[in-house]
């Protein structure tokens, strides 16, 4: 079955000294030039298939929010190619994206940041929908606008407020419900339940996975929780800085989690059982800089496993078994 | 039974706004042993933080602590002066904020915020508080000290400025530490770091903790007992066993059938239906009647008293679950 999705090598950078003079400092008493670029995306390579979700963990700053904003070209990628639907998406225009922007769409992290303040909630539903052209009048686009409202579960007469009169599950019950006006078949979200309450973030994953049954929906989900993601992924990556060390099926990373990083991740939960995480290993120190990457494998630092190869040689990706690969010099 | 540290009854704190009275904590007695990690768990706007705040009065206006004892010690911190509050805080009681970010001073370096604590509280002389500092920030696990004590808080990362943020609240060696969502900000790995270390410290000195979060899964992981809020009430309370393996209150095996864990694998969460009722208009009877699955006319008409299950295990329910063999049986007794 061909992918609906397919990024390889996807890379992206942020040159923190934008201007010419900024990039200039004095070192040692002399003028030199001085490049500070974050490689927050490194060679980031996967596949999306029809109503599958795939999934991408990590901590914050491993650049999976990045790789989510770039697929979906809301950032210029630096490098890669990004395949949507057979179809080179990666250097088109904005008049040229325009027919994709309407079967992809991205629900984000912050409800609260995400809506626009000043529109009403019909409002909110309906500008994309007259704008994508998915509707011939604007009472046909009010009306639809109240039937998707309904289906993430905003009842019609809250449709003319505005969405500071909404909790943060409503408010992200609309931005989901905006994502869905134009008729998407590919759906980003950007860690959607994560700025939730409990109860309310069980609502938002359980209306996400009906969605997606009633539509067959892709989606690229995003999240930091790995315990979020086995609930609701097909495939899954593991991100860490910039690099997707380990990418399988649930099967294989819940079954049989190898990279050294996963473990740790797993070990770092903590569970309605009690006791895991306090007698776990603890994964020593922090995240290098995204400025300064370490040279070899990115994981060498904290690794508590790492041989004096890691040191120097980036592991390539390899297929362990199957539709399960890894990048670690150990296996 | 370890004697008690902490004892508080009948604790009400009132916000009172333009729309009304606010009840954010309202009626609840509980109390924290020596040596003990007592958690308040619950949903944003369940009362959590502002029971930890109320403990050492720190809490403004519009807001009021309309009645209640906290007796620290035997000592009514109710009945204390400001000035001998002041010299609580931070020496007996001491407390970690949610937000690394904002509960530093951007504008003075690390070791004098470190110091500041030890400035107020102790005797030390210079060369010593110099030396406690260093000392302070190797048991938070921070390597080369001296360097890092002239640093910023903007030069540290957020674990490192929680871990800062600990070595404060401990630079007295208080007897209770009021922990306010101390790891929500922070990542899993990093969450797990902090989580141990404050786990170890506490244990190691036989010293108290309050533990106010929202993650459950935290929780079992971390305290003895628990207390589960809603809506400014303690709706279930008793030791963490019994709270997460026999949960008795809907609210509380709401709350865990909500969270995705690892250990089960479930193709749907069974989520709480409704959100957390309106505080100026809070439901007639139980608070959670209108979101329980189970719940009847008499739960909307009657307020339930907290009443003993088990050995220490309270919940205020007219209807308790109770588990029989692995499966949740709704007990029919005493209903009126």
């Known amino acids: ?331 | 039974m370890n004697d008690t540290l902490l004892e508080v009854r009948n604790l009400r704190t009132y916000f009172h706004t333009f729309k009304g009275a606010v009840k954010a904590v309202d009626d609840i007695s509980f109390s924290v042993g020596r040596g003990e990690i007592l958690a308040l768990v619950g949903e944003s706007g369940g009362g959590k933080s502002v029971t930890g705040f109320s403990l050492i009065r720190l809490i403004e206006e519009p807001g009021v602590i309309e009645s209640g004892e906290i007796l620290f010690e035997g000592r009514d911190v109710m009945k204390l002066s400001e000035r001998e509050v002041d010299r609580l805080r931070g020496k007996e009681i001491s407390m970690i904020f949610q937000d690394p970010m904002t509960s530093l001073n951007p504008v003075y370096t690390i070791g004098r915020q470190i110091e500041e604590s030890l400035l107020l509280h102790t005797r030390l002389n210079r060369e010593e508080r110099r030396k406690a500092c260093h000392e302070l920030l190797h048991s938070v696990g921070i390597s080369n000290p001296e360097s890092r004590l002239k640093a910023y808080p903007h030069q540290f990362s957020g674990g490192m400025r929680q871990r800062v943020v600990i070595a404060i609240a401990l630079a007295a060696d208080p007897k209770l530490i009021i922990a306010d969502e101390p790891t929500t900000a922070l990542d899993v790995t990093i969450q797990a770091q902090i989580l141990r270390l404050m786990a170890d410290l506490v244990r190691a000195k036989n010293r108290s903790m309050i533990l106010v979060t929202h993650d459950l899964a935290v929780v079992s992981e971390m305290a003895d007992r628990i207390n589960v809020m809603y809506c400014g009430k303690i709706v279930e309370t008793g030791a963490t066993r019994a709270v997460i393996d026999k949960s008795a209150h809907p609210y509380t095996r709401g709350l865990i059938d909500s969270i995705p864990d690892l250990d089960r694998d479930r193709q749907r969460l069974k989520a709480i239906r409704g959100i957390v009722p309106n505080m100026f208009d809070l439901p007639k009877g139980c608070n959670f009647a209108p979101r329980c699955a189970c719940a009847t006319e008499f739960c909307s008409a009657h307020e339930p008293e907290l009443r003993e299950l088990g050995v220490g295990h309270f919940v205020a329910c007219h209807f308790p679950l109770v588990v029989q063999n692995g499966e949740e049986v709704r007990s029919h007794g005493e209903t009126a």
């Open chain 1, 1 to 331: 079955m061909a992918k609906l999705l397919e990024v390889t090598d996807l890379e992206q950078y942020f040159d923190l000294n934008t201007d010419f003079l900024s990039k200039l400092a004095f070192e040692k008493g002399r003028l030199v030039k001085k490049e500070r670029i974050v490689k927050a995306v490194n060679g980031v390579g996967f596949s999306v298939g029809r109503s599958e979700v795939f999934s991408i963990v990590g901590e914050s700053g491993c650049g999976k929010s990045t790789v989510a904003r770039t697929v979906v070209r809301l950032l210029e990628p630096k490098g890669g190619r990004i395949l949507y639907d057979g179809k080179d998406i990666t250097s088109l225009s904005r008049t040229g994206m325009l027919p994709f922007r309407k079967k992809m769409q991205m629900i984000f992290q912050d409800p609260y940041a995400s809506l626009n303040p000043r529109q009403r909630v019909a409002d909110i539903l309906t500008e994309p929908m007259l704008f994508h052209g998915v509707v011939r009048s604007s009472a046909e686009a009010k009306e639809k606008a109240l039937e998707i409202l309904n289906r993430v579960g905003i009842r019609p007469e809250q449709a003319s407020r505005y969405p500071h009169q909404f909790s943060g599950g409503q408010r992200q019950r609309i931005g989901i419900a905006r994502a869905l006006a134009v008729g998407p078949e590919f759906i980003v979200a950007d860690e959607p339940v994560s700025a939730l309450d409990v109860s309310i973030q069980a609502q938002i994953l359980n209306l996400l996975m009906d969605l997606k049954e009633e539509f067959s929906f892709s989606y690229l989900f995003i999240a930091h929780d790995l315990s979020v993601v086995k609930h609701i992924s097909d495939n899954l990556a593991v991100m860490y800085l910039g690099r997707m060390v380990e990418k399988g099926s649930k099967a294989h990373i819940f079954g049989n989690p190898l990279h050294p990083y996963t473990l740790a991740l797993f070990s770092a939960i903590p569970r309605i059982s009690g006791t895991t995480m306090r007698t776990g290993r603890n994964l020593e120190g922090e995240i290098p800089s995204a400025l300064d990457l370490p040279p070899g494998c990115c994981f060498h630092t904290r690794c508590p496993r790492a041989l004096p190869l890691c040191r120097e040689v980036l592991p390539e990706e390899k297929e362990i078994e199957p539709g399960h690969f890894l990048s670690c010099h150990l296996y």
